[in-house]
């Protein structure tokens, strides 16, 4: 039995085989899911599993060079306007764009984790980076 890291298979197998510049992301249960990006649904009731802990729990298994939020989220998520602050303090390159924007470029990702959370624009595009 695995040990360390995901327990979830789809997380643990989609993380395994991401490389440089590939995309992910962690969205809230509102975020439309593009089609033909896979999904793993993580959602069991509102707000469980919340935004901050499945973050969290990516970041400990995953090289994270740069996050992408909306721009909304600063003026209406101030516990996720504070995650990416904490993420720029760790050395990821934050950006923000317009919501329309940040859900056109949803459709690059790998795959999208969608939580339970039901705050506003709690969604993150995490850009995997390289462990060498």
């Known amino acids: 039995m695995k040990k360390l890291g995901h327990l979830n298979r789809d997380i643990a197998r989609v993380l395994a085989g991401m490389g440089h510049t590939d995309s992910l992301v962690i969205a809230d249960c509102g975020l439309p899911i593009p089609p033909g990006v896979e999904c793993i649904d993580l959602s069991f009731g509102r707000g469980n599993p919340g935004f901050p802990e499945v973050l969290d729990s990516i970041l400990a298994d995953f090289q994270c060079e740069r996050a992408l939020f909306a721009e909304e ?60």
């Open 73 to 132: 989220c600063r003026g209406s998520n101030p516990a996720v306007t504070g995650l990416a602050e904490d993420l720029g303090n760790d050395g990821v390159q934050v950006e923000y764009v317009s919501h329309e924007l940040f859900k056109e470029r949803c459709r690059q990702a790998r795959v999208v984790i969608r939580t339970g959370e039901c705050t506003p624009y709690a969604n993150v595009i995490l850009y995997s980076g390289v462990i060498f």
